[in-house]
């Protein structure tokens, strides 16, 4: 059974609307703990338009599971993460103008940079996961810039409008996962899941991890997040 990280940002999103203190995604954090998230998944943008350094710090001293900071290679962002420590790093692309990330990091037109920011995280001995569109292009350059894992980007199978489609979006994700299973590196999966779309995803031979944050906290405004969270995580067991 894959393990589901819960991506707090929007908890952080909300309270930025209003420039005030909550809700506050550390307590949002506690809450996705005690219904069973198995980590905790923070994106620190270059813009913070949510998480915020001193979240990020509060996180990296009080989440009991794993902290999974996502953020980009630029070296500002690489500094904090090493500082921070948080258990493992995913890489991945930014735009300022983006409304949330769209797409995979392409590792191979940034392939030094890449390489940089992977040295200096291991260094500091931190995981690293590299955030990819399933394709091989890419997987066969993240084997080659030794990352510890490969977040498959699904976005594409998380909007497609058709069943035809998203069965060729899920046949491009099956043949990502299994060149990364083969790579012998962990294989890791989001971006756009749901609670009706997640289950084909979850069903993905070797898949160790789901992050998964706009879905639950939608959810979780209805009904609380630690039930969303256990109702997410009954749909991954199943």
Do not use: W
Request: hydrophobic share 45%; proline share 3%; aromatic share 2%.
């Amino acid at each position: 059974m894959a393990t589901l990280g819960v991506n707090i940002d929007h908890v952080a999103t909300i309270r930025q609307a209003r420039r005030t203190i909550e809700p506050d995604p550390v307590t949002a954090a506690a809450l996705a703990e005690l219904g069973g998230a198995d980590a905790i998944t923070v994106h620190l943008r270059e813009d913070r338009r949510h998480i915020q350094d001193r979240d990020l710090e509060v996180l990296r001293r009080t989440v009991q599971v794993k902290l999974n900071l996502e953020a980009a290679i630029a070296p500002a962002m690489i500094d904090i993460a090493c500082r921070v420590k948080p258990d493992q790093v995913t890489l991945v692309p930014e735009r300022r103008e983006e409304i949330t990330t769209e797409g995979g990091l392409d590792v191979i037109t940034h392939k030094a940079a890449t390489a940089e920011a992977i040295r200096r995280l291991h260094d500091a001995g931190i995981v690293v996961s590299l955030f990819l569109d399933p394709s091989a292009r890419q997987i066969d350059a993240a084997v080659e810039l030794g990352a510890e894992a490969v977040e498959l980007h699904t976005g594409g199978y998380a909007n497609a409008t058709t069943d035809k489609d998203r069965h060729a979006q899920l046949v491009d994700l099956s043949r990502g996962a299994a060149m990364i299973r083969q790579a012998r590196l962990g294989l890791n999966a989001g971006h756009g899941l749901t609670y009706r779309n997640v289950v084909p995803v979850a069903r993905l031979e070797g898949l160790e991890e789901l992050n998964i944050g706009h879905s639950i906290i939608s959810r979780a405004v209805l009904i609380g997040l630690t039930q969303a969270v256990r109702e997410m995580k009954d749909l991954i067991a199943r």
